[in-house]
């Protein structure tokens, strides 16, 4: 147990772990979508969306029934009637024939599909366009709109499912995809949560390699590796090294994953926890019984199952490296393996792929074989290191 | 010294083992984006329509097909150019200006604002000239539809900067941290000669970086013209309306500083890329001699230039965004689809590229003797 504080300490190099947060925090600037949020373009047509759907989560509920559509449509009068005060005091619009939302309506369909505009036209157009999608009030509500009208005319259909495959569904799916509800989840929050498991498996992967390789080319390189050799006690001291680092990609993995995951609540996301995995515009999902927290916690743990195990690969490959520089190009080489194979294997992992003929369960199914593999090259490394001659050095 | 040095260098395997896992990456984009499928066939089919040079005799009924298929494609060519043809005849840069600062919100002020403006209208009277000179006029692959500008200058060459910036950074931290791995460092310092033998070895890392990172180049780019052939489309300029690609949400054609062909383009693109891996080169170089470590030296570096990639969004929409893209170095890479044209309304400005470079040479020239400096200092 000693000994294993002492390979934590030696991994934890305080220098590497200062720089691991700094690249943590640029990481998530580049790269991660909840950073972005909320920005628009997430599967959104603007910022406004999904703070909206948090609104509305939080007013009606993480779903609402088909007989509770009143609710919906009372929210929708509720804006219309802010708008047209809007209208009523907009000079310009006035002057040009539009005081309500309707007239509003019709202007601009007249407008755009008349071929060309004259000056006045265009200039009109102008100041629809600012009203109805620039102006951060009344844009706001536009959207807002937008937004309840996309639920309504999802209600009931299978979306995100071709006509052809719909005759493949059984009575079971087809029943599970025409539920008489709507899950309030939005898509953009699903966009945001698996392209963010993607750059989050390859920051881990990142951390790992950092950490490991340094750990291992250091022992290596102090000179120590014959000692370790030479008695029986120093050759158990590899397992504990392996063991070592497992755990620290475990502690670093649980923190990053529980991090991202704390950063729910400030981006206002963490109401969506309730709401079923599924959303009016995207319900192919095969989990979609479980609440999108439940899905977020297996999809994590997936990911964090696959790091954990992937430490092993990473400790075998850092083991090979007699120097920093070696060391660093099996990162390169090795990690974007990783990062490729786990992209591929956790991206929409319990998306119902019905076009593809894939079984659903394929992709966890070969992150379990990965992790036994992983198992099995641990043990077959640990048997190694305990009959290693210092000969072999 | 040099030579041993580099020699050594050249015998790192590992760093051979990289340059064919990039070589590997770089063929893949390459292959997905002209060689998948029929995509090659179709590019050579293309290549022949646009130099004139497809068959016109047919002996067999094969022949007939491709020749019918070729006189569908010469058409729709010939419209594609037409289409395009009147891009010019309205261009207005300063309207060009106006939609992009209206889609990014980037609102220049003062005495920017008319510096800005002076820019564009210089671009506007380069817009007159290439209508004088029917520059315009020249045949290559249409741009909106294979993007082969966009890939080559853009997705490609981003690629390459990183790679060979990282093949640059290892082959100079490998060969400076050498003595200290094999633990004859303290053997080479004793010595006024040894301790004088790390100016050599940094001379030599980045003579190396340079040659392995001109083979990988080479070696992309001859895989490159093997699946996109450029024969006979090398005099053409860069701003002729058939290259034109959309970017921003508008189709206007590259407007270059200078009259530049398509060979004139690629060679100084090239040489830039070159003095860019070489300024990396220079602070790899500094930053060992601060740390005499290559692996922090190497996580330091890839940490300052993510750094520099996240602050090289923030604007003050004044002069100062001027300098602090001048002096950011990781600009050349931001702005890397657009060299020598009209690109970021900050560097609007011709061999904005060259003015780059200096400065960066200056900042690392700088790093560099300091780190030498407290290097010498220690072992002293």
């Given at each position: 147990m000693i000994i294993l504080l002492k390979e934590l300490r030696k991994i934890f190099?305080?220098?590497?772990?200062?720089?691991?947060?700094?690249?943590?925090?640029?990481?998530?600037?580049?790269?991660?979508?909840?950073?972005?949020?909320?920005?628009?373009?997430?599967?959104?047509?603007?910022?406004?969306?999904?703070?909206?759907?948090?609104?509305?989560?939080?007013?009606?509920?993480?779903?609402i029934e088909f007989d509770e559509w009143y609710k919906l449509e009372n929210k929708e009068k509720q804006i219309e009637e802010k708008i047209e005060k809007e209208i009523a005091g907009n000079e310009i619009l006035n002057s040009n024939g539009i005081t309500t939302l309707k007239e509003l309506y019709e202007k601009e369909n007249e407008l755009y599909e008349k071929g060309s505009l004259n000056e006045n036209e265009k200039l009109l157009e102008k100041k629809i366009d600012e009203f109805t999608l620039y102006n951060e009030k009344t844009g706001k509500m536009f959207f807002e709109l937008q937004h309840l009208e996309n639920i309504k005319e999802f209600r009931g259909i299978i979306y995100g499912v071709s006509k052809k495959d719909v005759a493949k569904l059984d009575n079971r799916d087809a029943k599970r995809m025409t539920k008489q509800y709507?899950?309030?989840?939005?898509?953009?929050?699903?966009?945001?949560?698996?392209?963010?498991?993607?750059?989050?498996?390859?920051?881990?992967?990142?951390?790992?390699f950092v950490l490991i390789c340094a750990y291992q080319i250091r022992e290596r390189l102090s000179g120590v590796m014959p000692l370790y050799v030479s008695t029986k006690v120093g050759r158990k001291i590899f397992s504990v090294q392996l063991f070592a680092s497992i755990i620290a990609v475990l502690i670093v993995s649980a923190l990053q994953l529980g991090i991202y995951t704390l950063m729910y609540y400030p981006k206002g996301l963490a109401i969506f926890w309730s709401c079923e995995n599924w959303s009016c515009a995207r319900n192919?999902?095969?989990?979609?019984?479980?609440?999108?927290?439940?899905?977020?916690?297996?999809?994590?743990?997936a990911v964090l199952m696959f790091c954990v195990f992937g430490a092993i690969f990473v400790y075998c490959i850092a083991r090979l490296a007699e120097n920093y520089i070696w060391g660093i190009i099996f990162s390169i080489i090795c990690g974007t393996g990783m990062f490729f194979t786990v992209k591929n294997l956790t991206y929409e992992m319990f998306d119902y792929e019905l076009n593809t003929g894939m079984s659903v369960y394929i992709k966890p199914i070969m992150i379990v074989i990965i992790c036994v593999a992983m198992c099995l090259i641990a043990k077959i490394r640990i048997n190694r290191d305990k009959a290693r001659d210092i000969y072999q050095m | 010294m040099i030579l041993i040095e580099m020699k050594r260098g050249f015998k790192n395997i590992f760093l051979w083992i990289l340059?064919?896992?990039?070589?590997?990456?770089?063929?893949?984009?390459?292959?997905?984006?002209?060689?998948?499928?029929?995509?090659?066939?179709?590019?050579?089919?293309?290549?022949?329509?646009?130099?004139?040079?497809?068959?016109?005799?047919?002996?067999?009924?094969?022949?007939?097909?491709?020749?019918a298929l070729y006189s569908e494609v010469e058409k729709a060519y010939i419209d594609y150019k037409e289409q395009f043809s009147t891009l010019y005849d309205n261009l207005d840069m300063m309207k060009i200006l106006k939609i992009k600062e209206a889609k990014t919100g980037y609102k220049p002020q003062g005495e920017y604002k008319n510096y800005i403006e002076k820019n564009y209208k210089k671009l506007q009277k380069r817009v007159e000239q290439i209508k004088k000179t029917n520059e315009y006029e020249g045949n290559f692959y249409p741009g909106n539809i294979y993007k082969t500008h966009g890939f080559l200058y853009g997705k490609l060459k981003r690629s390459l900067m990183i790679q060979t910036a990282i093949i640059m950074m290892l082959s100079v931290l490998y060969l400076l941290d050498y003595e200290?791995?094999?633990?004859?460092?303290?053997?080479?310092?004793?010595?006024?000669?040894?301790?004088?033998?790390?100016?050599?070895?940094?001379?030599?890392?980045?003579?190396?970086?340079?040659?392995?990172?001109?083979?990988l180049m080479t070696l992309t780019y001859v895989y490159y013209f093997i699946n996109v052939p450029y024969k006979n489309l090398w005099n053409t300029a860069v701003s002729a309306v058939v290259m034109a690609e959309s970017r921003m949400q508008m189709t206007y054609p590259f407007i270059t500083f200078?009259?530049?062909?398509?060979?004139?383009?690629?060679?100084?693109?090239?040489?830039?890329?070159?003095?860019?891996?070489?300024?990396?080169?220079?602070?790899?170089?500094?930053?060992?001699?601060?740390?005499?470590n290559s692996y922090f030296s190497f996580i330091f570096q890839c940490i300052i230039y993510l750094l520099m990639m996240t602050i090289i969004t923030y604007s003050w929409c004044n002069f100062?965004?001027?300098?602090?893209?001048?002096?950011?170095?990781?600009?050349?890479?931001?702005?890397?689809?657009?060299?020598?044209?009209?690109?970021?309304?900050?560097?609007?400005?011709?061999?904005?590229?060259?003015?780059?470079?200096?400065?960066?040479?200056?900042?690392?020239?700088?790093?560099?003797?300091?780190?030498?400096?407290?290097?010498?200092?220690?072992?002293?």
């Open positions: 190099d305080i220098r590497l772990v200062i720089g691991i947060i700094v690249f943590t925090v640029l990481f998530y600037n580049m790269f991660m979508e909840i950073t972005r949020h909320p920005c628009g373009g997430q599967c959104t047509d603007s910022s406004y969306d999904i703070p909206f759907a948090a609104k509305l989560v939080d007013e009606f509920g993480p779903k709507v899950s309030l989840l939005p898509e953009g929050v699903l966009y945001i949560f698996n392209e963010d498991m993607k750059y989050m498996s390859a920051l881990i992967i990142i951390i790992s192919s999902f095969l989990f979609d019984g479980i609440s999108f927290g439940t899905y977020m916690f297996i999809f994590q743990m | 340059i064919a896992f990039f070589l590997v990456f770089n063929f893949l984009s390459i292959f997905e984006n002209y060689a998948e499928n029929d995509k090659k066939s179709e590019m050579s089919f293309m290549h022949s329509v646009m130099t004139g040079t497809g068959s016109s005799s047919a002996k067999d009924n094969q022949q007939k097909d491709e020749i200290r791995i094999n633990k004859t460092r303290d053997i080479v310092l004793a010595s006024k000669r040894g301790r004088k033998v790390a100016i050599d070895k940094a001379v030599a890392g980045i003579m190396v970086g340079i040659i392995d990172s001109m083979l200078g009259d530049m062909t398509e060979r004139k383009y690629f060679i100084a693109t090239v040489i830039v890329m070159i003095l860019f891996i070489i300024a990396v080169g220079l602070c790899s170089v500094g930053i060992w001699f601060i740390f005499e100062f965004d001027v300098i602090r893209l001048l002096i950011n170095p990781v600009t050349l890479y931001c702005t890397g689809g657009g060299w020598f044209m009209e690109n970021d309304m900050a560097l609007s400005f011709a061999n904005n590229e060259f003015y780059c470079l200096m400065v960066l040479f200056f900042e690392m020239g700088v790093l560099s003797a300091t780190g030498y400096c407290k290097y010498r200092r220690r072992d002293k």
